[in-house]
């Protein structure tokens, strides 16, 4: 009976022991014998407290916290500017390569192609492939070229040249060339001697130095401002011959005669008087074409 008792009173003093604790962690051990406004003072005066009333603020951790911190609009200016400087880097490593020349594959023409070439009509290599050729080249029988031809050096051609159309866009040296029909759009300056055959010219004309030719057949010739004419040598007029009439030929007299000779600018008159002339009119001129007056 009584090694029994203590064994009852240990459940006891244990219970007591967890109540004492959770006492000790809920509120302060005299708490019971205080009102409720010293306990509200204490914890005024002591902030930093445990309080089963007023938990204290959770602290915000991770990207909230560096949110809080650094300002929203700060972020994206600072994201605008760095894309923009990339652009910028991008632009400028791009524009210090140099451009990529296009590669193109070549094949070599050697001996055993070239006597293949000689004994039968062969295709050596495709579009893509370009021939070389080291040495000179001689083709005895015609030559097609289907596509363009580019001559990097000088052209010779030792016979005739025939194309139907021509384009020159730089400069062009022609020693001796025969043109049929010649059409010049702009302005065309003749520096040398040039000979023309037939010029037929349906504008005006304007020479400003001295022009030699064989014949000039022209409908009205004037001379403008101060200008004027020097012939240093005979002037020849042609022309057909104006015909003559008789007005009176009493005046003659008997067997006297009148001949005209030249043109309707310059001529002779001869007459030839007979016997017993009289007063009166030897001769009448009469134009091949009329004057005005």
Known sequence: MDSSKPNEEKPAEGNAENSTGEAQQGAPVDALGKTNEELNAEAVADPDAPSE?????????????????????????????????AVAIVSYLNGKK????????????????LKQLANSDATVGSSAQTLTVQ???????QVLVRGSLDVAGGLKIGSTFEAQGLTVSGVSNLAETQVNSLQVANNTALQGVTT?????????TA????????????????????????VP???????????????????????????????DTSG????????????????????????VS
Not at 57 to 67: D, L, Q, R, S, W
């Open 53 to 85: 009333t007023t938990p204290p603020p959770a602290k915000p951790k991770g990207i909230k916290a560096v949110f809080r911190k650094v300002n929203l609009y700060l972020l994206l200016f600072m994201l605008v500017v760095a894309i923009a400087g």
């Open 233 to 263: 040598n005979h002037l020849s007029f042609s022309g057909a011959t104006p015909g003559r009439s008789i007005v009176d030929a009493g005046s003659l007299g008997a067997g006297g005669t009148v001949n005209v000779n030249g043109s």
């Open 268 to 291: 002779t008159i001869n007459v030839n008087t007979g016997v017993g002339p009289v007063a009166g009119c030897f001769v009448r001129v009469n134009f091949a074409q009329e004057f």
């Open 135 to 141: 040495g000179n080249a001689i083709f005895s029988g």
């Open 98 to 113: 140099a451009p990529e020349t296009a590669s193109l594959a070549t094949q070599e023409l050697t001996t055993e192609a």
């Open 196 to 204: 023309v055959k037939d010029l037929n010219v349906a504008g005006a």
């Open 207 to 230: 020479f400003s130095g001295p022009v030699t030719a064989a014949q000039i057949t022209v409908t009205k010739l004037i001379l403008a401002g101060n200008g004027s004419l020097t």
